[in-house]
């Protein structure tokens, strides 16, 4: 993989869309018992090999899960199946599911995408080597017609025939073409943008100083343009041209990274570390922490130290 964080993140987009472009549909694993599908195989689940500690979990939300790179398993209610590329999987809500390794020494990575409250797709690349561990790789986020037409889909249930998936194989295609465009056009504009002189970097470095001390503290764009006297979207024009995410996405960064260094101290509930970066609410802010770091909050402590 290349080693510039925006290279390797359309390289996991451009692997996905050969994932989801060749699989055939009679392989594509069912969140679900179906009469069509990839068949498990005979292995049992072995906790050891799970991501999360506690093994198998489940969400209120549709998922997709692609298989982006070397070797990995997908385990369903009692079910393990192998799940290397080109392999998908849909998961219906409420169906309980693990990833895990094929081999303790055999790395892999593979691409979740559920949808958002907030009617965007979010898409994590979750990577486990065996000298690491399990590590939340790359992160995207989509909102776009084809995403509500791919929900749509998929809250129906997953597909009754091999050919009622080729719908939700162009829906996938057209996501993930489209987040492709995006992350390759971002790489190549921060590139230009660095060769040139620096912009405001006396007022960026006071905005970045502000989120970095007060984060925990109800904020967002237009509050922070106040205190500049510059307009909210040239503000986050800048800051974005300046760190490579926008204001909520970073205020969002140093929340997370600071809820995890909490959970691994597990010397606070929930719902307390949920106050102290600046949730009111633990169900809200663990859906979030989840999102981000790939785990529970619940699990943080446990996933890191394996």
Known sequence: MPAS?????????????????????????????????????????DPARLLLPRGVHAHDIPEVCIAIRGSATLAFDGKVYPFSPPRVALIRPGVHHAEGYARRQSSYAIMWMHYCSDRSLITIVSEYRPAGGWHVTARYALRSRGVQRLLGKLSGGVPASAAAFEPIRADLLNILTEMNRRNAYGAVERKSRRSEAPVHDELLKRVRDYLDHNFATPIDVHTVAALTRLTPNYLNSLFSRSTGQGIHEYLISLRMRRAMELCRHRTLLVKEVARTIGYSDPLYFSRAFRRYHGCWPTDAGAAVGR
């Open 5 to 45: 964080a925006d290279a390797t993140k359309v390289d996991w987009l451009r692997l996905a869309i050969q994932c989801v472009a060749t699989v055939e549909a009679d392989s594509v694993i069912l969140g679900e018992p179906a009469g069509w599908g990839a068949k498990p195989s005979r292995a049992k689940i």
